[in-house]
């Protein structure tokens, strides 16, 4: 009883306690309003009954009565017991549960011997600081535990001797987008390993001279791979200046400016790489005998000789080909090539972005194939058209509104097939007026024959796709271990996550593939498929949310998730889209697993994939709603500045709905994510078995934060990330991609960063590496990227060990 009786509090006592009982009896009141809100809805009970202990301390403190502490101290007590019951040891999910009453709980005991001036009050209150202190770096250490990696088991030993059926190797050059038309991502280059990578140091930057007007500076994100090629490299910025670089000293040899107005910007201005061709028929001395070929935000094809960046005069009109000829209507924006081209065969491959959410009467996705030294046109697969493969009539236009590829394609030599990461139709989120072609081949990996531009099979990863899906990455050929030995095949990664084996030949699952009940409903009951395909060989994807896994600044904010999660319409994955309120989408479009795609060990056996790990929070507007919003696609009145996340709010002309994605599921004002971290990782994958090598979280949260301000913290909790990973024979993974603006080194054997360096924009790119006479160079162009929220720049980075 000596602790809670005591004599009158002073002054300071009386203001500290009105204070801070004041801060305390808010906090309640709002815990209690949003609490019963969360407890009418199905959600736990907990933050009422904390709302209303809050309350009662609250009132008591600004009484002066110390019967206020120790409401206080049971309930956080009471909160401590239940934050380890909902989440365990479990560091990042603690925070919001724990950080902020335990604050309070560190002022509560600092006034409680202004408010009883008695000796062994101070005594008890020094030792709660005490304990809460312990308790605090306890919490600390539970978060950074993140930064250790666990092994699952060992990486398989070298056993693999797979071909590659690329005409150009990866090794001392770096010949195409992914290394090689394989796309693995992969050097046999052993020069840099995980006993000296802590060396690297830059020598030397260059500059693409390629930063955003004003008018243009939401939309920026260059997203560059170059190539290398003998003694130079090949590059694109944002807005397809073509650039050849010294490959070892960063000297600009020659630069191409094919002048692109921020009118053609799309949803972002990027040029991820481009493409190098010989021409055999050509003499080494001849014009263009070799060229470097890129596809521009415009619409066009254009070739230059690699030696001099001059057009070549006889590739279409003047060193380029209109690939918008034939599709009729175009409004700038709406038609763009983001991506790298693939050559097989003498066939320049190129598919086109087609601008998303806008309308279903959008420009075709037409897929079409240009002979490599003319520029004549091949072929052209419409799909809206199956039995022709040639351009449309005069009165006529390729068939609008298709899946378009927006991605990069791999190739197959040997095989004579591209293989191509097809996107969805026009208007995402709605499927009843797609044709049949359209359901078949949307979303879905087509191998196309490049002789004729016919397909020659496909695989579809979603049915009546109406998640914005779309395949992302590149397959990454290897060949697979079956019963009669090595099986030509390839890696299919998904923003589902889920992770496939095909044989490339015919388009036949090499691992299982199950179909399972999904959910059903939505606002198209009759156009969900009962199942959707789902891999059993591997998946990124992580367990179904729960209300547990929503996450805040606060134990307020995370209340507000709470809710939203409770009030939203959400079943696991493959959620219909609803209107009446808000779905879940899990994972978001951003994957899984996007453009970055995955590399591949082919000596060792190894996948490594660096992921995504976020929700959309998502709603279907009814048309009359989107008209009085005026929402209007990029052709109208509206289509000024479209830097925002994408489907932020999208008209859908075409269709009953607009849509209106909340992408990552952010919170109003702190712009928090609702959803716990991490929100991307990178993994290796054995193989042989698809079984786990280790995993943990990428990016650091050094530039995260509340408000948008950055917090500095070198702790590690998985960012979204955009751009993949380069795997190396020395035994190391070269990753950026995060945003926290690191270029990073990792052991492929643990996980392990041996090396880390701050880029000056965001690395939201894929790296390469090359050698020049024996040295081994590391490269990186730091764009950033406004959707990734990271700083823009025009930075070409290289690394080596000192000579």
């Known amino acids: 009883m000596a602790l809670l009786a005591s004599r009158a509090p002073g002054p300071a006592g009386v203001w500290a306690g009105r204070i801070l009982g004041v801060l305390i009896g808010l906090i309640g009141l709002v815990l209690i309003v949003g609490g019963g809100w969360l407890a009418a809805v199905g959600g736990s009970l907990y933050y009422l009954l904390a709302g209303l202990g809050l309350a009662g301390s609250g009132a008591l403190l600004f009484r002066g009565q110390l019967l206020g502490v120790w409401i206080y101290a049971a309930v956080f007590l009471a909160t401590v017991l239940w934050a380890f019951w909902e989440v365990g040891l479990a560091g990042w999910p603690l925070v919001p549960r724990l950080a902020g009453p335990l604050v309070l709980m560190v002022l509560v005991l600092a006034i409680a011997p202004l408010l009883a001036p008695a000796r062994p009050i101070r005594r008890v209150a020094l030792g709660g600081i005490a304990a809460v202190a312990v308790f605090a770096v306890g919490l600390i250490l539970a978060v950074s535990a993140v930064n250790r990696p666990g092994v699952n088991q060992p990486l398989p030993a070298p056993a693999f001797a797979m071909n590659d059926p690329s005409l150009f190797q990866a090794g001392a050059d770096w010949p195409a987008y992914g290394g090689t038309y394989a796309s693995r991502r992969y050097s046999p280059l052993s020069q840099i390993t995980p006993q000296n990578v802590g060396r690297l140091e830059r ?26 090629i003998g003694d130079a490299l090949y590059l694109c910025s944002a807005k397809n200046i073509l650039i050849s670089l010294d490959a070892a000293t960063g000297e600009e040899r020659w630069r191409y400016d094919p002048k692109v107005s921020d009118d053609w910007i799309p949803y972002t201005a990027a040029c991820r790489g481009v493409a190098y061709y010989v021409a055999p028929e050509l003499e080494a001395a001849d014009e263009c005998a070799a060229r470097v070929i890129e596809g521009t935000l415009d619409g066009r094809l254009i070739a230059v000789d690699a030696r001099t960046g001059r057009p070549c005069s006889g590739f ?4 380029q080909v209109d690939m918008k000829q034939g599709m009729g209507e175009v409004a700038p924006g709406m038609v763009s090539i983001t991506s790298p081209p693939t050559i097989v065969r003498g066939v320049v491959v190129t598919g086109h972005q087609v601008l998303d959410g806008q309308k279903r009467d959008a420009p075709s996705g037409v897929i079409q194939g240009f002979d490599a030294v003319t520029g004549a046109l091949r072929w052209a697969w419409d799909l809206g058209r199956p039995d022709r493969t040639g351009p449309p009539e005069p009165h006529e236009t390729y068939t609008r509104g298709t899946p378009n590829m927006w991605t990069i394609a791999s190739g197959d030599e040997a095989l004579g097939h591209v293989y191509l990461p097809m996107g969805n139709s026009a208007v995402d989120y709605w499927s009843s007026s797609r044709s049949e072609e359209e ?4 979303t879905a990996l087509v191998a196309l024959d490049v002789t004729t531009g016919r397909p020659a099979w496909s695989f579809q990863t979603v049915h009546m796709d109406v998640w914005d899906y779309d395949l992302g990455s590149q397959a990454t050929l290897i060949d697979f271990p079956g019963a009669g030995g090595l099986v030509p095949a390839l890696v299919l990664p998904s923003k589902q996550g889920d992770i496939y084996i095909l044989d490339r030949r015919t388009g036949r699952p090499l691992t299982p593939v199950e179909n399972r009940p999904v959910p059903q409903g ?35 904010d995370q209340m507000i ?7 939203a319409e959400y079943h696991g994955i493959y959620t219909p889209p609803t209107t009446r309120r808000r779905w879940i989408q899990y994972p978001g479009y951003n994957g899984g697993s996007d453009w970055g795609g995955v ?17 959309n929070y998502n709603r279907l507007v009814p048309r009359e709603e989107v008209d009085r ?55 290796a994958i054995d193989l042989r078995t698809g079984q786990t090598v280790w995993d943990r979280p990428l990016g650091t949260a050094r530039r995260n934060g509340p408000f948008n301000i950055p917090s500095m913290l070198p702790l590690m909790i998985g960012t979204p990330n955009n751009g993949g990973a380069v795997v190396t024979a020395g035994g190391l993974v070269f990753i950026a991609a995060a945003t926290d603006n690191l270029i990073r080194a990792i052991d492929l054997d643990t996980g392990k960063v041996l090396w880390q360096d701050v880029l000056p924009a965001g690395g939201q790119a894929t790296p390469m590496t090359y050698e020049v006479e024996g040295r081994q160079y590391l490269v990186i162009m730091t764009g950033g990227h406004h959707f990734m929220e990271t700083p823009v720049g025009d930075e070409v980075i290289a690394y080596a060990l000192p000579e």
């Open 203 to 228: 020598v030397w930057l260059a500059h693409t001279g390629d930063l955003p007007s004003e008018r243009a500076k939401n939309k920026y994100g260059a997203e560059t791979t170059p190539l290398k």
């Open 316 to 319: 279409g009109r003047n060193g």
């Open 439 to 442: 359901n078949r081949y949307a």
């Open 522 to 556: 939505g606002v198209e009951p009759e156009q969900r498929t009962q199942t959707q395909p789902f891999s059993l060989y591997h998946t990124l994807r992580k367990r179904d949310l729960t209300e547990r896994d929503m996450w805040g600044m606060s134990p307020i």
């Open 561 to 567: 998730c709470r809710i939203q999660f409770r009030m």
């Open 599 to 615: 590399a591949v060990d082919p000596v060792r056996g190894v996948i490594v994939a660096n992921y995504n790990d976020m929700p």
């Open 629 to 683: 919003r005026g929402w209007s696609p990029r052709d109208e009145a509206r289509g000024g500045d479209l830097g925002g996340p994408e489907g932020g709010g999208d008209p859908q002309v075409g269709a009953p709905y607009g849509v209106q994605v909340n992408a990552g599921w952010r919170m109003p004002v702190t712009n928090l994510l609702c959803k716990t971290p991490p929100y991307g990782g990178i993994r």
